[in-house]
Nanobody, 127 residues
Framework: QVQVVESGGGLVQTGGSLRLSCGIS????????VGWFRQAPGKEREFVTA????????SYAAFAKGRFTISRDNAKNTLYLQMDSVKPEDTAVYYC????????????????????WGQGTQVTVSS
């Protein structure tokens, strides 16, 4: 059984930093795509960033470039999202998503291409 568990959310001030973690178990990760999505109150869930596990190819949403960094620890089967220079508009529930297969670049941003999802972790940025 595949389990995806996020942690690390919380309250942070504008301009501060936060690191989210996502532990993945029950699945052997080869060159699967693994990513982060978020959903703000009253809004649709949106793509944040993703990485292919083996070749480490990354994709970022425009709002995330230069502020957020995705990385992974293969030994720990853990995905990370380093969030720097956060803004109030980054307030959202952040979800970790895992695809069971390799994804091409254009597919990495699409929610329906991911098979396993975590329960989400709340990030609140105070102004």
């Amino acid at each position: 059984q595949v389990q995806v568990v996020e942690s690390g959310g919380g309250l942070v001030q504008t301009g501060g930093s936060l690191r989210l973690s996502c532990g993945i178990s029950g699945l052997t990760l080869n060159n699967n795509a693994v990513g982060w999505f978020r959903q703000a109150p009253g809004k649709e869930r949106e793509f944040v960033t993703a990485i292919r596990w083996r070749d480490r190819y990354t994709s970022y949403a425009a709002f995330a470039k230069g502020r957020f960094t995705i990385s992974r620890d293969n030994a720990k089967n853990t995905l990370y999202l380093q969030m720097d220079s956060v803004k109030p508009e980054d307030t959202a529930v952040y979800y970790c998503a895992v695809s069971s297969k390799y994804l091409i670049v254009t597919a990495m941003t699409l929610q329906h291409m991911y098979d396993y999802w975590g329960q989400g972790t709340q990030v609140t940025v105070s102004s």
